[in-house]
Nanobody, 115 residues
């Protein structure tokens, strides 16, 4: 069993920054990659960014140059640094762990970008 707990969401003004965290615990091994997804009100969940076990990163075009995914293996924590936030970034953000066995998802953390 793997548990993922996101934190760091909140209300931020347009142009502001936030850093999301995803703390992993439990049976953490054989990880293929970790990722962030988001789901805006009334919309389907969409992929935001990925970091592989080798450290390669990839981003959705909508967040490229503004968001940075990273991880701290010693702390078993995944991060998403978000800057130049826009109202359209408003969503619940989820982290995902893809590994041998079922994917694991966190419960989400809400980000609201509004003045």
């Amino acid at each position: 069993q793997v548990q993922l707990v996101e934190s760091g969401g909140g209300l931020v003004q347009p142009g502001g920054s936030l850093r999301l965290s995803c703390a992993a615990s439990g049976s953490i091994r054989s990880i293929h990659y970790m990722a962030w997804y988001r789901q805006a009100p009334g919309k389907q969940r969409e992929w935001v960014a990925t970091i592989t076990s080798g450290g390669a990163t990839d981003y959705a075009n909508s967040v490229k140059e503004r968001f940075t995914i990273s991880r701290d293996n010693a702390r078993n924590t995944l991060y998403l640094q978000m800057s130049s936030l826009k109202p359209e970034d408003t969503a619940v953000y989820y982290c995902k762990m893809a590994r041998v066995g079922p994917d694991a998802w966190g419960q989400g953390t809400e980000v609201t970008v509004s003045s």
